[in-house]
T-cell receptor
Framework: GQQLNQSPQSMFIQEGEDVSMNCTSS?????WLWYKQDPGEGPVLLIA?????ELTSNGRLTAQFGITRKDSFLNISASIPSDVGIYFC????????????????FGQGTILTVHP | NAGVMQNPRHLVRRRGQEARLRCSPM?????VYWYRQLPEEGLKFMVY????????ESGMPKERFSAEFPKEGPSILRIQQVVRGDSAAYFC?????????????FGPGTRLLVL
């Protein structure tokens, strides 16, 4: 089955610094999603990417869907303490008809710690 | 607009008991997905359901686990004769009936602890 390799596993940064994390896959995905999970909660969708090469921003967050459709990155600019959490990438396939296979394949997560 | 709801949030069971986890999708969403998350790991897909139909159960263990999404009421993930290895967080997600960009929205999860 598909596997996503997410890196880095963890990051310790100072408030105000920029952050970058990425996901790579041996398989092609049609959709890439980035989620954030706080302790004891479910993942919350940050950014969704639907086209190869697409670059999308959501406030201080920017994500790109790689041209090869096998990778994606997420950047967070000017980090703040509330950015602390676990960030997950997820990929989704679509069939030839354009409908989804449904299931998401998740990366292992990047644990972000922001020091004030 | 209420999000995905799951209950209970925490569930403690002894080995051999049954666990029932419930999920109510967002209003207007007809697709439900269940995922399992072990400590310090990513989420792993279990099953994908639409109303009264199991679409993909490729991630479900072959024994003791079952899922349903009836015409009325929440989706249920049922684990029979639980073992310690079933201890995990179980998340439900839902998405609307769209052909493109079926973004999944997650509930808060049920933390199952098997003693």
């Amino acid at each position: 089955g598909q596997q996503l390799n997410q890196s880095p596993q963890s990051m310790f940064i100072q408030e105000g610094e920029d952050v970058s994390m990425n996901c790579t896959s041996s398989s092609i995905f049609n959709t890439w999603l980035w989620y954030k999970q706080d302790p004891g909660e479910g993942p919350v969708l940050l950014i969704a990417l639907y086209k190869a090469g697409e670059l999308t921003s959501n406030g201080r967050l920017t994500a790109q869907f790689g041209i090869t459709r096998k990778d994606s990155f997420l950047n967070i600019s000017a980090s703040i303490p509330s950015d602390v959490g676990i960030y997950f990438c997820a990929g989704q396939l679509k069939n030839a008809g354009g409908t989804s296979y449904g299931k998401l394949t998740f990366g292992q997560g990047t644990i972000l710690t922001v020091h004030p | 607009n209420a999000g995905v709801m799951q209950n209970p949030r925490h569930l403690v069971r002894r080995r051999g008991q049954e666990a029932r986890l419930r999920c109510s999708p967002m209003k207007g969403h007809s697709h439900v997905y269940w995922y399992r998350q072990l400590p310090e790991e990513g989420l792993k897909f279990m099953v994908y359901l639409q109303k009264e139909n199991i679409i993909d159960e490729s991630g479900m263990p072959k024994e003791r686990f079952s899922a349903e999404f009836p015409k009325e009421g929440p989706s249920i993930l049922r684990i029979q004769q639980v073992v310690r290895g079933d201890s995990a967080a179980y998340f439900c997600a839902s998405s609307p009936l769209l052909s493109v960009g079926e973004t999944q929205y997650f509930g808060p999860g049920t933390r199952l602890l098997v003693l």
